[in-house]
Structures are given as structure tokens and as C-alpha cells.
């Protein structure tokens, strides 16, 4: 017990220090979760920050062997809202004080697509009077699309690294131009250099994956001086490739645990970064989230798809609140936030406080 005390009252951690954190059961499991609390009151406070989460389609041109909507699931009904349902949503979430949305789909790098988000992102600039806050996470695209996004109202994005050990990343996507790793490195760079609020994240507990893979990913974050992050446990979904290598993950309760261990050390590594509650925590156990913010996250994405698509966007099995109609939703999170102790930060952007003064630094 002393040693974890001695580890959890330093202020850099070595690749040993985060293994030993991220293998950590019973008591001193318990001691970690504290740890991360006190840093997350000091560092950012208690409130929760909502972004209200449209996934507007699931039709994708690429192929990563873990996601149940890769373009080659020919069992997915594929769909795409129309902008009139888009827009509808961001109402919602704006008339609900939710503060700030989400635009998520498949990836689509055609120029269609590119105007199609750009003059959306304009729309729900123009009906919010300019209040409701945009973050997009619509994949890799050329740096001169982020910038018209950017221009045109978006000011966060969210691309997963997936696993910052290239290896890894080979193992879990097809090994071809459009799915290379330097890529997404190149893209997550053109993102900050834009102006973004830049997130990123990985998945938890993937085939092949060992604790020293997510210390790096946790390194990875703070060299890359990432603002915001979302990471979640991998769930199989039985139409992947990934799907074949079920037998050797750890079981499901075990992922959840690690994840929140990871939200948990990443808070001690980065005190006032933005660090979301995957919605995957909530498809192993229903109070996931709010586990997640009390250990370290201040941000959730409450789905606000009409619930009608919600099945068809299932990047995996079991994915949670599927039935739910938006309006449900909300009150159901007003009471599960107040359960893990926070308050939701209505009507607000909730901003990265690490943008802000990485942003400020860079300036003088
Ligand atoms: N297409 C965009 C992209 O890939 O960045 C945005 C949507 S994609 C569905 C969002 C995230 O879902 C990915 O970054 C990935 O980490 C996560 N995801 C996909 N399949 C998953 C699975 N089987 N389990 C957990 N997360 C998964
Ligand atoms: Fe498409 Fe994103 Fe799924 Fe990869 S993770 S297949 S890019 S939706």
C-alpha cells in the first residue's frame, strides 16, 4: 500500500509507474479512484458537461476490423438523415440547455459530403444564435476540409488514435492507403495546427493488447498535447474480423474495470484536459458513465439520434439506450449525474481548459 501511495504522490509517472496503476485491484484500486477525484475537483470541478450526440449516418468508405458499420457489413441497414432531421436535433439540444453537440458518421472523403457538413454546421450555427457549441468526428479528412469546417463553425474534433502502438494499429485495420497510421497522425496534427480543440482516444481491452500498449497510449496523450479525450472498452461485434479473436479477450467486467483505471490515471497525467464517458462503458454495466465521472471524466454525450436509426448505428452488440426517444434521455441523465456527485454545466460549452492555456502559452 505505501508504494501506491508514493507512485500516486508524484507528479510524472514512469511506463513501470502507469502498469503498475492500471494492474491495481481491491483497496488500492480504491486509492487510485480518490486520487483521480481530488485532482478532478482541484482541476476542472464538478461540473458535467453534455454534448448531445447525432450520429447522422452510418454509411462509411472504410473498413477497420472492430467496427459492426465497416463498409463491407453487408447485414447493417445503412442510413443518413436528411439535413431537416439533423437540424431538428441540434433544436433539441439547444432548447435543452444541452450546451454543445456532436456530429458523428461513417467516414466519406468525397466532396459532396464535405459541402453537405460544411453548410449543416452553418444551419446550426444560424438556429442556435450562435450558442450551441459544435464538436465533429467525421474521420480523416484533407487539411483544407478541416479548415472550411472549422471556418464554418466547428471548433472540436474528436479522431480516435484507436492504439498509439503502430503494430497494434496494423492489427486491428486493413494494411492499405486508407488506413494507415502516419495518416492519422498527420491528420490529428492538421487538426491542431486548424485550431480545433483536438481529442483523440483509444479502445480498451482490444485482441492483442497489453497494459504497456496502453501506457504508451496514456504517454501518447500527454507528448501529443492532446485537449480532450474519449476512450471506452472494445465490444465484438460478431460481423467484424476482430470477431474471430473473442476467445482470447478478457471477459467483459474486467474491460470496464481497466477502462475506468485508464480514465482514472490519464486525470493524474493531465489534470485539466476534457475527458469524456464512452458510451460503450454504459453497454457492461447501465451506471458505466457516471462510474466514469467519478473517477475522472467531465463530459457525456447523451444520444440524441432520433431513436428510430439508433439500431442501425451499432458499432457493436448490445449498444445501450437504443429504444430511447431523446426526451427520455435527458431526464434519465439529470438524476444519473446527480448519482456520481456532479452537476451538469447547462447551457455551456464546457471548453478543454487545456486548450485555452496551451493556446495562450503558444501565443506569447
Ligand atoms: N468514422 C469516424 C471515425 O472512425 O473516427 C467516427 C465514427 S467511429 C464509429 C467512432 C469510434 O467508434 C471509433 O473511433 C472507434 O474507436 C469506436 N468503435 C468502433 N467500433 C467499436 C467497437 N467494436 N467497440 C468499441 N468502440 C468502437
Ligand atoms: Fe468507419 Fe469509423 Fe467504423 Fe472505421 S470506426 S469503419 S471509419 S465508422
Same mark, same amino acid.
Given at each position: 500500500?505505501?508504494?501506491?501511495?508514493?507512485?500516486?504522490? =508524484? !507528479?510524472e509517472f514512469s511506463r513501470e509507474d502507469?502498469?503498475?496503476?492500471l494492474s491495481l485491484e481491491g483497496e488500492e484500486k480504491t486509492l487510485l479512484f480518490r486520487k483521480a477525484a481530488e485532482v478532478k475537483a482541484?482541476?476542472? /470541478?464538478s461540473e458535467v458537461y453534455f454534448r448531445g450526440l447525432v450520429e447522422f449516418s452510418n454509411v462509411c468508405g472504410k473498413n477497420c476490423y472492430y467496427c459492426g458499420i465497416r463498409k463491407d457489413n453487408d447485414e447493417v441497414k445503412r442510413y443518413n438523415l436528411s439535413d431537416e432531421e439533423i437540424l431538428a436535433a441540434a433544436r433539441f439540444a439547444w432548447e435543452n440547455q444541452y450546451g454543445s453537440l456532436v456530429l =458523428? !458518421? /461513417?467516414?466519406? @472523403? !468525397?466532396? @459532396?459530403?464535405?459541402?453537405r457538413v460544411e453548410n449543416l454546421l452553418r444551419e446550426i450555427k444560424k438556429l442556435s444564435n450562435g450558442e450551441l457549441g459544435i464538436t465533429i468526428s467525421l474521420g480523416e479528412q484533407s487539411p483544407e476540409v478541416y479548415r472550411r469546417?472549422?471556418? @464554418? /463553425?466547428?471548433?472540436r474534433y474528436l479522431l480516435r488514435i484507436e492504439s498509439s502502438t503502430p503494430e497494434l494499429y496494423r492489427k486491428i485495420h486493413p494494411n492499405d492507403e486508407l488506413h494507415d497510421f502516419d495518416t492519422r497522425l498527420a491528420c490529428l496534427r492538421s487538426l491542431k495546427e486548424t485550431g480545433y480543440q483536438t481529442g483523440t482516444g483509444v479502445m480498451i481491452g482490444l485482441p492483442f =493488447?497489453?497494459?504497456?500498449?496502453?501506457a504508451d497510449d496514456l504517454f501518447f496523450f500527454k507528448t501529443f498535447?492532446?485537449?480532450?479525450?474519449g476512450m471506452g472498452p472494445y465490444l465484438e461485434h460478431a460481423e467484424t474480423p476482430l470477431y474471430s479473436y473473442r476467445e482470447t479477450l478478457m471477459p467483459l467486467q474486467q474491460r470496464f474495470d481497466l477502462s475506468l483505471k485508464m480514465v482514472a490515471v490519464l486525470r493524474l497525467l493531465m489534470p485539466d484536459i476534457n475527458i469524456a464517458a464512452a458510451t460503450a462503458l454504459q453497454a457492461i454495466d447501465p451506471l458505466g458513465r457516471e462510474k466514469a465521472v467519478k473517477v475522472g471524466a467531465n463530459v457525456i454525450m447523451p444520444n440524441i439520434t432520433p431513436g428510430l436509426y439508433r439500431n442501425d448505428y451499432a458499432l457493436y452488440q448490445n449498444k445501450p439506450c437504443v429504444d430511447e426517444e431523446p426526451e427520455q434521455c435527458k431526464g434519465c441523465l439529470d438524476a444519473r449525474i446527480a448519482l456520481a456527485e456532479g452537476e451538469i454545466g447547462y447551457g455551456k460549452w464546457g471548453d478543454s481548459k487545456h486548450f485555452h492555456k496551451r493556446v495562450k502559452a503558444s501565443s506569447r
Open positions: 500500500m505505501n508504494d501506491i501511495n508514493n507512485i500516486l504522490a =508524484q !507528479s502507469i502498469v503498475c496503476l482541484v482541476n476542472t /470541478g =458523428q !458518421s /461513417g467516414e466519406l @472523403a !468525397s466532396p @459532396a459530403f464535405a459541402d469546417w472549422f471556418e @464554418a /463553425g466547428a471548433h =493488447q497489453t497494459l504497456e500498449n496502453l498535447d492532446i485537449d480532450m479525450v
